[in-house]
């Protein structure tokens, strides 16, 4: 089993800045993107940032220069730097992971539960 859970939501200003958390665990045999996701009420979920192993990464338009992901490959974790944070920002945040495991030897994606964020304009 792989478990993903994410920490550091929270409200906030617009301006303001969060910082998320995700950590991946269980039977790994590699991770290959790791990455944040959103939705807003009565929206689909929406890409926001990935990272992969090598450190390649690729923002969405509407976060870069704002927000900056990062990853510790020996810790299995991702953080997400949100800064100058925006009404539009406010959303459930969710991490997902892509994943190998040694049951089947095959990636597949894994999410976490999600953490709100919420910014008042």
């Known amino acids: 089993q792989v478990q993903v859970v994410e920490s550091g939501g929270g409200s906030v200003q617009a301006g303001g800045s969060l910082r998320l958390s995700c950590s991946v665990s269980?039977?790994?045999?590699?991770?290959?993107?790791m990455g944040w996701y959103r939705q807003a009420p009565g929206k689909q979920r929406e890409f926001v940032a990935r990272i992969n192993s090598a450190g390649n990464i690729d923002y969405d338009d509407s976060v870069k220069g704002r927000f900056t992901i990062s990853r510790d490959n020996a810790r299995n974790t991702i953080n997400l730097q949100m800064n100058n944070l925006k009404f539009v920002d406010t959303a459930l945040y969710f991490c997902?992971?892509?994943?190998?495991?040694?049951?089947?030897?095959?990636?597949?994606?894994?999410w976490g539960q999600g953490t709100q964020v919420s910014v008042s304009s």
């Open positions: 997902n992971a892509e994943v190998m495991t040694p049951m089947t030897f095959q990636t597949m994606d894994f």
């Open positions: 269980g039977q790994i045999v590699k991770i290959d993107y």
